[in-house]
């Protein structure tokens, strides 16, 4: 298994602003993702987190608006750029080393 | 598109009852993930089913993957209120040491009542 620590652990902003999480695995992981969550609903992938090149969106997501880092094996970081009231969510960091673990995720607020 | 139908949504039983959760799909998965999440954590796994057919138990919980890897289901025995919380199944696509992206079904958020 990977233990996964995330920050902040939650955050409310203002509108207009950027906020970036952070994540952290306790070991080299091939891959990592980036999921969003609304408060009790299902998880909806925004990207995979490609260490060494750009990541990989899914529909409906785009780099402008959540920029991604993924510096090494262990860590990465996610934007949300110019928020609005939209983008309040649980936003959670996955690593996949053989099987998928979960950060405890971070919960934001856009006023 | 893959999809992954979860039913039910929504399940409030009594302490003690049964219960099943089912995630259907039509397209074939090489494995097959539950995840139990609680208020305000990440998902946590719960088991990850690889092989058609293949049942796995976890104490009161039985989970089956169906023999196509289309579809799965868990069985709570004898509920208990340490059971609330949002079960989510997920399948991937990805082989080889690599799960790759997980598609998710819309959860089954359970309440067991004392």
């Known amino acids: 298994s990977a233990v996964i620590s995330q920050k902040p652990s939650r955050d409310i902003c203002q509108r207009g602003t950027s906020l970036t999480i952070q994540c952290q695995v306790d070991?080299?992981?091939?891959?990592m993702f980036w999921y969003r969550q609304q408060p009790g609903q299902s998880l909806t992938l925004i990207a995979t987190a490609n260490q060494g090149s750009e990541a990989t969106y899914e529909s409906g997501f785009v780099i402008d608006k959540f920029p991604i880092s993924r510096p090494n094996l262990t860590f990465s970081t996610l934007t949300v750029s110019n928020m609005s009231p939209e983008d309040s969510s649980i936003y959670l960091c996955?690593?996949?080393?053989?099987?998928?673990?979960f950060g405890p995720g971070t919960r934001l607020t856009v006023l | 598109t893959q999809l992954l139908e979860q039913s039910p949504q929504f399940l409030s039983i009594q302490e003690g009852e049964n219960l099943t959760v089912y995630c259907n799909s039509s397209s074939v998965f090489s494995s097959l993930q539950w995840y139990r999440q609680e208020p305000g954590e990440g998902p946590v796994l719960l088991v990850t089913v690889v092989t058609g057919g293949e049942v796995k138990k976890l104490k009161r919980l039985t989970f089956q993957f169906g023999d196509a890897r289309k579809d799965s289901s868990l069985h709570i025995t004898a509920a208990q209120p340490g059971d609330t919380g949002l079960y989510l199944c997920a399948g991937a696509l990805g082989y080889g040491g690599s799960q790759g992206n997980l598609i998710f079904g819309k959860g089954t958020k359970l309440s067991v009542k004392p």
């Open positions: 996955s690593a996949d080393n053989n099987e998928q673990f």
């Open positions: 070991s080299q992981v091939t891959m």
